[in-house]
């Protein structure tokens, strides 16, 4: 019954335009990083880790035929269900012949199945067969990446000191407004990998100053997989992610910022550290072992961060990652940070349990200000947190939670559960409580804010395939604040919920439109100091937007979103863009162009906009105030394995006479930025 099906599907797959997987960022991803940009807020959340995991799945697809479980988790678009069903549908019927059978597969569908094709392939057995350890190491692939590039006017840090400033070591920047940046990988397969990644911000000194030595970024990793017991080794700069984040999740998070139904953290343990956020990696060594049903986790990082300091107190870290002046370079890597732990987890056969445990230590003791809505927040130079989750797939439900312990006493706990209630109907229910007193510095659990704790809330989301061609998906969240938080000096509550209707016709078009409403409270004035009143803050984003291809290698796609800001006043905006993607036909080149234009009241009303980007690059600005913005993106192949990308991009403010402040600031109303890079594989 098998192979009718597959020559049927295959004979039907052979009259459609998708037949080859076409290796594009889908717009899906980009949609999830601009949610995820969007809900961050203030909070440093490590996008570039996210956009690499799904560039490197771009450049080495993975092998269905030899994925397991952990390995399809990674691909964070499939659920549980999902996932099971896969793997019993290859365990009964053999290897998959190609792609295009997953839409056969119980709880698959064309759409699904059309957000993995640039991600997945398969390789027929006997290629899928382990190959030798030496071949790790002589048969993979390296990329080299370089890229610079500079805003073109000039800002204010990178100009002549006038007479009054020659005292003032902060006056200007260090270094030049060029920034740099140099990426060497190679990859086996999953079987190994190395890199080493350099960065250097505009202003930052570059083999001069305090970075004699070049960059003033580096990171370094090995990873090895898959070698008997040894499951994963890495040594170097790595990050980490257990349970459901309550103990230690590094790098991204999805949480609300997924579709409605990305409640789940899945998992993916130690992975190399690729990205160049300069905090959120842990840098040391890390090893997994398996006997069995048992997995055992350890890592050791030892790396000293920034933070504002003297020789023996610190007060607060520094994330930014900026050391462009005399005062930053003073808080580069002032403190030490030691960060052990693990995992310890056994398998049944449907259900998975686990133990982490982590501890951390700074090398100097911890003095912060103390203010009534940070009373409970970790004041000491180290802290201990212990951890039990568990996951489980029982016929059509899917249950996991996780239930933390910190050093104080502290305890937080989530629990929540899917429901594949048929093949056009699927529901999720989350509900977490995290005490006011529980401290965790390296989680980063489902939630409204950045921070694991002081939160209770209750999580609801659904999708509906009422047709083939349409999908709706929904969320509501209720959350409560039992203590005092930044900007809101008494216990709080709100709740927010999202709406999307997606038509998508077949794969030369498709449309959405999207509501999403908050509701939440805040101080009346905004102070950070005095207990206040507070006031209710409505926030409404609708957003329509239809992606469409014209000719053949010409895509366009188009957007209208409108904000609502309430707080006892009105605030509105508006942002409208056009988009132009060409590849050429007979020649190895595409380009991309976006022109845009918006009208926002304040920062409140706000818009993220995710833009077309280089290789292992992306960015997803914030529009506001009234102004017009476009870019042009321009790759082309060399040669066989050598790519070359430049971009230009403007932003234009209409109401403005000059562009940002400080040291940043452009006495002119428009910043125009150029970048450079190139890429060579061998």
């Not at 600005?621 to 102004?627: C, H, I, R």
Request: with cysteine.
């Amino acid at each position: 019954m098998k192979y009718a099906a597959f020559i049927f599907f295959c004979f039907a797959a052979d009259m459609a335009t998708a037949q080859i997987p076409h290796r594009d960022m889908p717009e899906s991803l980009r949609r999830l990083i601009e949610s995820v940009a969007a809900n961050a807020g203030e909070n440093e959340v490590d996008l570039q880790a996210l956009y690499d995991t799904y560039e490197t799945l771009l450049e080495f697809p993975l092998d269905l035929n030899a994925a397991k479980e952990a390995d399809l988790q990674q691909l964070q678009i499939l659920n549980d269900f999902q996932i099971q069903s896969l793997l019993e549908y290859r365990k009964e019927y053999g290897a998959l012949f190609t792609v295009h059978e997953l839409p056969l597969i119980h709880g698959f569908n064309e759409e699904i199945a059309g957000q993995l094709y640039p991600f997945i392939t398969v390789i027929p057995l006997p290629a899928g067969q382990p190959s030798s350890f030496a071949s790790r190491f002589t048969h993979g692939r390296h990329r080299l990446i370089m890229r610079t590039g500079r805003t073109l006017e000039e800002q204010k840090g990178f100009s002549p000191l006038a007479p009054e400033e020659q005292e003032n070591p902060n006056a200007r920047y260090l270094g030049s407004p060029w920034a740099f940046y140099t990426r060497y990988q190679y990859r086996y397969r999953d079987k190994a990998q190395w890199g080493v990644t350099a960065k250097n911000d505009a202003g930052e000194p570059f083999f001069s100053g305090n970075n004699k030595y070049g960059f003033d970024f580096y990171s370094a990793h090995l990873q090895l997989a898959d070698m008997g017991t040894v499951k994963k080794i890495i040594i170097g700069d790595y990050q980490v992610q257990f349970g459901q984040g309550l103990v230690a999740w590094g790098g991204y998070s999805l949480s609300k910022a997924g579709d409605a139904l990305s409640v789940k953290k899945q998992e993916r343990g130690f992975t190399g550290y690729t990205s160049t956020s300069e905090n959120l990696f842990r840098r040391g060594a890390a090893v997994t072992l398996q006997y069995r049903q048992w997995r055992l986790s350890a890592f050791v990082s030892h790396k000293n961060i920034d933070a504002t300091a003297d020789s023996s107190v610190f007060s607060t870290i520094q994330e930014a990652g900026q050391h462009n002046t005399a005062g930053t370079m003073e808080k580069k890597h002032a403190l030490p940070e030691t960060v052990a732990g693990g995992n310890l987890s056994y398998r049944f056969k449907y259900v998975k349990v686990g133990i982490t445990a982590l501890w951390h230590r700074y090398g100097k003791n911890y003095r912060r200000d103390v203010k009534p809505y940070n009373y409970f927040e970790l004041n000491d130079a180290q802290n201990a947190n212990a951890g039990i989750d568990f996951s489980g797939v029982w016929k059509k439900t899917s249950l996991f939670g996780e239930f933390a312990v910190s050093r104080n006493g502290g305890m937080a706990g989530l629990v929540g559960a899917l429901f594949d209630l048929d093949e056009i109907f699927r529901l999720a229910l989350l509900y977490r409580n995290y005490g006011r007193n529980y401290q965790a510095m390296y989680a980063q659990g489902f939630g409204e804010t950045g921070k694991t704790a002081n939160e209770n809330g209750f999580y609801m989301g659904m999708q509906w395939l009422p047709h083939p061609d349409i999908t709706v998906t929904a969320g509501a969240d209720a959350f409560s604040f039992p203590w005092m938080r930044y900007r809101v000096h008494a216990p709080s509550s709100g709740y927010e919920y999202h709406v999307q209707a997606a038509y998508r016709p077949d794969s030369a078009m498709n449309m959405y439109l999207r509501i999403t409403q908050e509701e939440k409270d805040e101080n009346i004035s905004g102070g950070a100091d005095a207990v206040m009143q507070q006031r209710r803050v409505n926030l409404l984003h609708a957003r329509y937007e239809i992606s469409y291809q014209l000719l053949r290698g010409l895509r366009m796609q188009d957007r209208v979103e409108i904000s609502f800001y309430r707080a006892g006043g009105k605030e509105n905006g508006l942002l409208l863009y056009h988009n132009i993607n060409y590849k050429f036909p007979t020649f190895p080149a595409d380009i991309s162009l976006r022109f845009a234009v918006f009208d926002t009241d304040s920062w409140n009303t706000r818009f993220y906009a995710y833009e077309n980007d280089m290789l292992y690059n992306f960015s997803v600005p914030a529009y506001y105030a009234k102004g017009a913005r476009w870019y042009i993106n321009a790759h082309v192949k060399l040669w066989k394995n050598i790519d070359l990308w430049a971009r230009l991009a403007q932003t234009y403010f209409f109401n403005a006479t000059t562009v940002s402040s400080g040291l940043n600031e452009i006495s002119q109303p428009y910043q125009t930025t150029f970048k450079l890079q190139v890429s060579v594989k061998f």
